[in-house]
Structures are given as structure tokens and as C-alpha cells.
């Protein structure tokens, strides 16, 4: 009994003397201050494009500062919502995440999964939440803040200057590229036309493009005997025809995603040519597709993924197959991986629509749009509301490093190879796509992204879904048809509006 009782004792006063330790270590300012920076910072980004050099920034973050991180990156081309949404449900939910602007915003405000920066005491981020410009906010009144813009992006027809060169001689590279920039939409088709004849039986015809006379060399040289079509199209992609090209279109009522976001049933309905117009220039784009494999047409195959997906498109685009890619300065790192000289050689030129000055309500004419590209903050870096409170002081901090001029350079401008929001001359941007960006702005040439403010989902999965499903596999489209294209979008947004 005496021994059991020793035992005991020995055994208790070893138990003491570990919680003793323990106590002694938890109330140490340094120790808990090592516990804090050990939990993991997890982060959603929705740019699948730049995933290996996002791991790599957040690799050296936590270099730096010691804060474990865990990025996670949507697949390039894929829609980001369903896999924002499960990780939000996930067991390590992320800090920071990536918002597409007004359009996604409502969901993450009402669930209160976002936080309004505004409130943020530190000094540093605040300066960086104040000194964003009124036009670049993620607010839906004005007033409160609900994230850090990524970047700028454009887009619009990507060109390449060498196979112009290869079509019509490299001293008429510069005027038709001016020229391009410049013409109507009929000019424009009219010189599609004649490309995809050219293609089809070369010789040397000429094409005027802004009143200009342009000729085409007697035989294919170079890059242009790849050709088998005018456009890289990626069919099996929703977001390039229900977003980005209907973009265009809702620009000629709204003129940014917040009006676009109260829109009026009257202001709706003002949508019906513009959208009459959208669909007259999918028919056309559709009409004239290159493939890897030759000249390709409307049906079941032009939305096939394994054949017409992002990825193909950008080969198609990079290999020379296609003159035109729609496409935005984001693409750049891909079209780099499979030619490195056509994406420096490449640049933007507008879409184009047939418009009529009737037609447009914001104050630009037809010809005003029709040279001018969408140039917009696409994605902003949002903080969880929700996470710890370690985990928004995490979120911060990383944000904060993120803004610093030198990481600004290394990362989203080098790395990244994208256009920072708050651009100056102090920063050193090579990417031509990015320039090309730039010259537009310098201009005035741009267009908004109000898109954005369209009830969520509308554009792909509502609008992108019916053309993918009734039209693209479509071989012949009526004026009938444009008509029910333009009621169909107008109808829908009119519902989802009234349910939200």
C-alpha cells in the first residue's frame, strides 16, 4: 500500500511540474507570439493562369515573415464561384480571396463573409484601402470597401504583328494595326471576309480597312501557311461569349457594373439592338473559326472541350492557325509557354459590334466604342470576416506586403506579367499586352466592365448556356433568331433581378 501510494505521488508531482512548464510557457509575449504566427494563412486565388507564380509569392512571403501559407488556384479558364464556394465550407476556409467584383460581391456581403476594410485600424493598410480611386472601389454604395484590387485587365482581339507582316508586308504593319484599331464593324468584317478567302485560294487581292488599301502577298509566306481559320474560338468556354462579348454589348446602356447593378426595367429594355447586335457578331466570329485541325463551323464539335477549349484556343492563337484570338492581357504567361515570340509580338484591337449611335445611351458614339477596349479591375483580394482573429491580422499583413512597390514589381508586374491598378512611371512594364493596355488608357479608348453588376451567374450559366446549348451547334441563324437571343438575355436578367 505504502509503495502504491509512492507511486502515486511521483507520478502527481510529475504532472505539476509539466503544467507548471506548460502555464509557464503559454503566458510568455514571445511564445505566443511564435503560437500566432504559426497558424496557417489560407489563401483562394481565382487566376488558374498565374497558379505556380502565386504558390511561389506566398512561398516567400512566408519566408520573410515566418507566416505558413496554403494558396489554393482554380484551373486555368475555370469559373471560380463553385470552387470559391466549397473551400468557403471546407475545413480551413480561406483569409484572403479573390472577389469578380460587384457580380460576386452580394453573395460573400450577405453572408458576411466580407470584411469591410474600412474598419481596419492599421495604419499602412488603411492608406493602401483610402488611396484606391472611387472608380476602382468594391463597394456597393461608395462608402464601404470590400477589397484590394488585383490589378487592371483588358481585352479584346489579340493580333499578332508578325503574321500581318506574313499577310501583307512588314512595312504596312504599323497603319493596319492604327487602321484596325480605328475602322467600323463593317469594315472589319469585310476584312475578316477576305482573310478567310485568302486562306482558302491566296492571290493578290486587296482589302481597304479604314479607308485604307492594304494587299495581300501573291503566295502564303511564313506564319500565314499556317492558317485555317480568321478567329481562335473557344467554344466549350461560356465566359468568352457570355461574359466578355455581351460586356460589350451592355456597355452601350451602362456605363460601369454599379448602374448596371440598379438597372431599371426601362433601361433593360434599351438593351434589345445592342443585344440584337451581339448576336449578329457571334454569328459572324462563329462563322469564321480556325481549328488545329482546319477551318471549322457551327456544331456539336465547335463546343467541344477537348477540341475548342480555352487551352486550344491559345494554341491555335500561338501556332498561327488563327489570325484573331479574344482574349485578355491575363493570357499572355499561356500564349508565352507555346510561342514566346508571337506573345511579345501581340496586341489588342477592339471587338467590335454593329452599332448605331441610336443605339447607345452613355454618352459615346458607335465609332467611339468600336475603338475602344473594356479595361477594368477584374478581381479584388478580399478578407474572410469570418476567419480568427489571427487569421485577419495575417490577411492583412500579407496584403500589406503584397502593396509594397518592390513586391508590386517582382510579383504582379514580373511575375504575374499583369498591370497593376495604381500603374506609375516608376515601374518598369515590359509585357506588350499590358502596354497595349496602357496606350488605350492614354487615349480615352476604354469601356467598363458593368457585366459585373448583372445578377450572378446571368452571363455564363444563364445567357452563355443558351447559346452554347441552341445556337453554336446551330449551323444557320435567322433574324428570328437574334431577335430571341436579345429577349431571352433581357427576359432573364429581368427575373433574376426581381428574386434576388
Known sequence: MIKRFKIISAIMAVVLVCAVAAGCSGNGDGNADQAEKKETLYLFNSKGENAQQFKQMCDDFTAETGIPTSPFSVGSGQDAIEPLRTQMNSKNPPAVFSIQGLKELPEWQESGRALDLTTVEDADFKEIVDSIPDSMKLSMDGKASYGIPFNVEGYGYLVDSGMLSDLFGEDRVKDLLSDLKACSYEEFTAFCVAVDEYIASPASSSVKVNGNSYSFHTQKTGRAANLTGV??????????????????????????????????????????????????????????VG????????????????????????????DGNALFLQQGNWAYANIEKVNADVAARSSFIPIKLPLTDAMIQTGKTAAQMNASIPVYVPNYYAINAKASETAQKQAIQFLTWMQKPENIQKYIIDSFEALPYNANDSMQIENPLSVSILEYMKNGNTLSAPYHGAPNIWTSEVVGKELMEKYLVKQDWTEEDYEAISNFAIE????????K
Request: hydrophobic residues 40%; negative net charge; glycine residues 6%.
Open 492 to 499: 432573364q436578367w429581368k427575373q433574376m433581378k426581381n428574386t
Open 291 to 318: 481549328g488545329l485541325k482546319g477551318h471549322a463551323s457551327r456544331g456539336s464539335e465547335l463546343i467541344n472541350k477537348a477540341n475548342f477549349g480555352y487551352d486550344q484556343s491559345v494554341q491555335m492563337y500561338a
Open 231 to 288: 478567329f481562335a474560338f473557344a467554344g466549350s468556354e461560356k465566359w468568352t461569349y457570355g461574359d466578355h462579348l455581351i460586356n460589350i454589348a451592355i456597355n452601350a446602356v451602362f456605363p460601369d457594373a454599379r448602374s448596371a447593378e440598379n438597372a431599371t426595367e426601362e433601361q433593360l429594355d434599351q438593351l434589345k439592338q445592342p443585344f440584337v447586335a451581339y448576336a449578329q457578331a457571334l454569328e459572324f466570329v462563329s462563322d469564321h
